[in-house]
């Protein structure tokens, strides 16, 4: 039973929550959990509810807020609780994209629209002089919106979830040996294997590159990004024991690179001295300390889920869980995507089966598919349309198309001997190689922390790689991953005939 004390403290912090989020959804404002900002801002509307107290440039906290966005560009320098809301402006350019695709293109939703919108921003370009007026607005839509906070501190946390719920715990444990060799070693053989290639390559093309750079390039490039693979993976058909893997891997391997990016973001910038054992307590602690938290946060939502029978009260409960839990894991220190994770498998499993009705059950799976698909068309379009502020050269060009075969090198090397190692102990379905290291998708999150790197040139020359390697992997990998698997499938099938 709570306390007098902890139950006050525990509705001063749902009460911050539900200020904080209509405070971002009415004006498009970041959202803060763990600051004064919020409750200001809610005197203000019950005194005068026709006005915007975040219009008014004098006041001290907007001040603050506003300088401390334009200091900000390193994730691991994210203050506690803060998640960045700036996407809903770039929601009334979907609609119509989604309807083009949708009545001519005919391709996966997320494919389609990060097509289109590539196709428009190079359109635009392509211009030049004559639509001067629209390029300038494209460039303040794209100059309003902080990808890499939007991204990695706003909508992952609940696409993270969103994808969770649907995980079969039962399928992922047995899967679990091989998923944890896969996020683990394979993201860091996969990182110092790119790293050492790039070296070579932009060598060869006369671009320099330090060393620990490339260093870095391999850790934000080598993890599957969860988002782009739970978004394409669910229209293709693929195998549910081959779907656990895929799936579980992208889930859990972002805050292992995640970890590996800060070490060698230290070291490059020499903000910290890195030790072994700084590193190892950096990752015990982001990483087993985010699933403890998660399994904390998720038993907490499960026993509210199962106190109460009421479909909107139980929907409030599991998004305060992702907005709440993911920026209590900031304040700790903890890796929040991970912790979301933890949460949404055990809310998805052991929640959906003891601590819901069939109608909060229902309700709960159409809420969150909701969340998961306007969250992935923002995302994706955002992802085409940031080409536009992006520096290209000749040089870049081809060291991206050379790259990207080396990439799926890496990738097919990293994901080739665990599988391997494991087939000593169990059986494979056929071409899981194959299919691992084509399914394998980079996505927003490597772009994300291409954006969260120190301002400079080598800034530019990794941003636009990164860049190129993803729009391959999500058009060409995410079009074809489908009719690889079906390959496989009938092969399969003539061999048992």
Same mark, same amino acid.
């Given at each position: 039973m709570f306390t007098s004390v902890g139950y006050a403290?525990?509705?001063?912090?749902?009460?911050?929550?539900?200020?904080?989020?209509?405070?971002?959804?009415?004006?498009?404002?970041?959202?803060s959990f763990f600051n004064k900002q919020n409750d200001v801002v809610w005197s203000h509307l019950e005194a005068s509810p026709n006005a915007n107290p975040l219009d008014d440039k004098s006041n001290s906290l907007f001040a603050r807020d506003q300088n401390r966005h334009?200091?900000?560009?390193?994730t691991h320098k994210k203050q506690a609780g803060e998640i960045q809301l700036h996407y809903p402006p770039i929601v009334q350019y979907i609609y119509p994209l989604n309807v083009i695709n949708h009545r001519f293109i005919r391709w996966p939703t997320t494919i389609g629209l990060m097509v289109i919108a590539l196709l428009v921003s190079l359109g635009l370009a392509a211009l030049g002089p004559f639509a001067s007026g629209l390029q300038e607005d494209a460039h303040r839509l794209l100059a309003s919106i902080d990808f890499d906070e939007t991204l990695l501190h706003g909508m992952l946390s609940f696409l993270l979830?969103?994808?969770?719920?649907?995980?079969?715990?039962?399928?992922?444990?047995?899967?679990?040996?091989?998923?944890g060799l896969l996020a683990t070693f394979g993201v860091l053989g996969s990182t110092v294997i790119i790293a050492f290639i790039s070296r070579w390559v932009l060598a060869v093309l006369g671009i320099d590159l330090p060393m620990i750079y490339c260093l870095l390039f391999g850790a934000l490039i080598s993890p599957t990004d969860p988002i782009a693979v739970l978004g394409i993976l669910k229209k293709v058909g693929v195998p549910e024991s081959l779907e656990t893997k895929i799936c579980g891997e992208s889930l859990f391997n972002d805050g292992v690179a995640v970890v590996v990016f800060l070490v060698f973001l230290e070291i490059a910038t020499g903000t910290h001295e890195v030790t072994a054992a700084s590193v190892l307590g950096l990752f015990f602690k982001e990483a087993l300390g985010g699933v403890v938290f998660g399994l904390l946060i998720g038993w907490v939502a499960y026993w509210m889920l199962k106190?109460?029978?009421?479909?909107?009260?139980?929907?409030?409960?599991?998004?305060?869980?992702?907005?709440?839990?993911?920026?209590?894991?900031d304040e700790l220190h903890l890796s929040g995507p991970i912790a979301v994770v933890v949460a949404g498998l055990l809310i998805g499993n052991h929640g959906r089966l003891l601590a819901m009705s069939d109608p909060v059950r229902e309700h709960l799976?159409?809420?969150?598919?909701?969340?998961?698909? %306007?969250?992935? !068309?923002?995302?994706?379009?955002?992802? +085409?349309?940031?080409?536009?502020? =992006?520096?290209? *050269?000749?040089?870049?060009?081809?060291?991206?198309?050379?790259l990207i075969p080396f990439l799926l090198l890496a990738r097919f090397v990293s994901v080739g001997w665990p599988v391997l190692v494991m087939r000593l102990?169990?059986?494979?379905?056929?071409?899981?190689?194959?299919?691992?290291?084509?399914?394998?998708?980079?996505?927003?999150?490597? %772009?994300?922390? !291409?954006?969260?790197?120190?301002?400079? +040139?080598?800034?530019?020359?990794? =941003?636009?790689? *990164?860049?190129?390697?993803?729009?391959?992997?999500?058009i060409v990998q995410g079009l074809t991953i489908g009719k690889l698997v079906g390959w496989s499938q009938n092969k399969k099938k003539d061999i048992e005939h």
């Open positions: 403290h525990f509705e001063s912090f749902c009460h911050k929550i539900i200020n904080g989020t209509l405070v971002a959804i009415v004006y498009n404002r970041p959202l334009k200091t900000h560009n390193n979830f969103a994808g969770a719920l649907h995980i079969n715990l039962e399928n992922l444990a047995r899967q679990k040996y091989i998923i106190s109460i029978d009421n479909y909107q009260v139980e929907v409030l409960i599991t998004l305060a869980l992702v907005a709440g839990g993911f920026a209590l894991a799976d159409t809420f969150w598919e909701l969340v998961d698909e %306007v969250l992935n !068309a923002v995302l994706f379009v955002l992802i +085409g349309l940031e080409v536009m502020v =992006l520096t290209f *050269t000749r040089e870049y060009f081809i060291a991206g198309l050379v102990f169990r059986s494979f379905s056929p071409d899981v190689i194959k299919i691992l290291t084509w399914g394998g998708l980079r996505g927003g999150i490597s %772009v994300a922390l !291409a954006l969260s790197l120190p301002p400079g +040139g080598n800034r530019e020359v990794i =941003l636009a790689i *990164t860049y190129m390697m993803v729009v391959f992997s999500i």
